[in-house]
């Protein structure tokens, strides 16, 4: 790899590294608001959203021009094509962080919860993944991500668990069905921010071993 | 353009529409199992999910050889890169088709809700998106990409009309609630179905006039 070529790279890494911790702080904060029901903080993140899709953006920008420039091969050239779609990926979870607000907002306006749901679980499992998902990419790690994958099962568990207590919880108490509802899109939600990193992480494998892997079985190393 | 890479650009598009195709009617036959409750579509529906992969990560692999093989530069550059993001587009437009069949199966074994949703127009509307996002694409045609973008807001105002029906008859009849949840998800995923052809529609702009429009507001023509 030239040097000047080299020096590109490590500035998108940093930027893309940048770019997801934004990314999972938004998505923490967002499902904080879910349990405080702070409708400023949910604003903040609903907010927060623009300045994400102008740095996907400007990676995007960062990525073609490397691939114009200078015309990379091999192991360069495969960087570079997972560099952009995994920008695209954790752009779509700043997506989600937005949407998990705007469900805060909306239980902002809605009665308490008999029975609130707590996600702070599943926040912590998904935003784990993601978090691996990234350290996998910038370490080129291929046994890390093939954790990422195994990982989404516990991620799919919990959801069905949610579900199942909102669904009793529809039944015994149809008059919150508002809340609950919003209880149901934000445990959607999570679960995929999970699909997201697990994206990431098939990137990864296939950036580090140049082998589509997905759609093919998990097999956790 | 090199005749030879101009001929496997042309190849690449084939396969793209056919995989699209494909697609299209995995959703059409979805959303026909959900109103008709016929298990044996849904299954098929779900079982043809793995032949879409396939080709979704054998039309990745064109990309990336005609990438590396012949190192283009500005149209082709774009055209290759715009597929690849649309490739992917397309498979997870598959995978909602196999999402909503698997809601269809899940509805069969519950009895008849009193009030069905019919999801037809939205179903119309949605796949109308998606075929007039590939047409763009296929003429590189900013203007029809456009278009797709602005009938998003239709799409999203079914889905809230539909969203406020199932509400209020899971207020009516929480006893439906099994069903009315699978109603809520299929309106949420044909949703996202419209999503995912503005992704596309999205990519067809950068193409033709190398503006990335994403995250702008609309504004149709």
Same mark, same amino acid.
Not at 74 to 81: G, K, V
Not at 151 to 169: F, G, P, S
């Given at each position: 790899? !030239?040097?000047?070529?080299?020096?590109?790279?490590?500035?998108?890494?940093?930027?893309?590294?940048?770019?997801?911790?934004?990314?999972?702080?938004?998505?923490?904060?967002?499902?904080?608001?879910?349990?405080?029901?702070?409708?400023?903080? =949910?604003?903040?993140?609903?907010?927060g959203d623009a300045a994400i899709d102008r740095t996907e953006?400007?990676?995007?920008?960062?990525?073609?021009?490397?691939?114009?420039? $200078?015309?990379?091969?091999?192991?360069?050239?495969?960087?570079?094509?997972?560099?952009?779609?995994?920008?695209?990926?954790?752009?779509?979870?700043?997506?989600?962080?937005?949407?998990?607000?705007?469900?805060?907002?909306?239980?902002?306006?809605?009665?308490?919860?008999?029975?609130?749901?707590?996600?702070?679980?599943?926040?912590?499992?998904?935003?784990?993944?993601?978090?691996?998902?990234?350290?996998?990419?910038?370490?080129?790690? =291929?046994?890390?991500?093939?954790?990422?994958?195994?990982?989404?099962?516990?991620?799919?568990?919990?959801?069905?668990?949610? $579900?199942?207590?909102?669904?009793?919880?529809?039944?015994?108490?149809?008059?919150?069905?508002?809340?609950?509802?919003? $209880?149901?899109?934000? !445990?959607?939600?999570?679960?995929?921010?999970?699909?997201?990193?697990?994206?990431?992480?098939?990137?990864?494998?296939?950036?580090?071993?140049?082998?589509?892997?997905?759609?093919?079985?998990?097999?956790?190393?």
């Amino acid at each position: 790899m !030239s040097t000047h070529l080299q020096r590109e790279v490590e500035k998108l890494k940093n930027k893309i590294i940048a770019l997801a911790a934004t990314v999972e702080k938004a998505v923490q904060e967002a499902v904080k608001a879910v349990g405080t029901r702070d409708a400023s903080l =949910a604003q903040k993140v609903i907010d927060g959203d623009a300045a994400i899709d102008r740095t996907e953006v400007d990676i995007e920008e960062d990525c073609l021009k490397l691939l114009a420039l $200078y015309q990379p091969v091999a192991t360069d050239l495969r960087f570079i094509i997972a560099a952009m779609k995994i920008n695209n990926d954790i752009e779509r979870v700043g997506d989600i962080a937005g949407n998990i607000a705007e469900r805060a907002m909306s239980l902002g306006d809605q009665p308490p919860v008999k029975e609130p749901v707590d996600f702070a679980q599943m926040n912590k499992k998904a935003l784990a993944m993601f978090r691996a998902s990234l350290d996998a990419l910038m370490n080129q790690d =291929a046994k890390r991500a093939r954790q990422v994958r195994a990982m989404d099962d516990e991620v799919d568990t919990l959801n069905r668990e949610i $579900y199942d207590k909102i669904r009793a919880a529809l039944r015994k108490n149809p008059e919150q069905v508002d809340a609950l509802l919003n $209880y149901s899109s934000i !445990s959607r939600l999570l679960e995929r921010v999970a699909d997201g990193s697990t994206n990431i992480a098939e990137d990864v494998i296939y950036l580090v071993e140049g082998d589509i892997v997905r759609h093919k079985p998990v097999s956790p190393e």
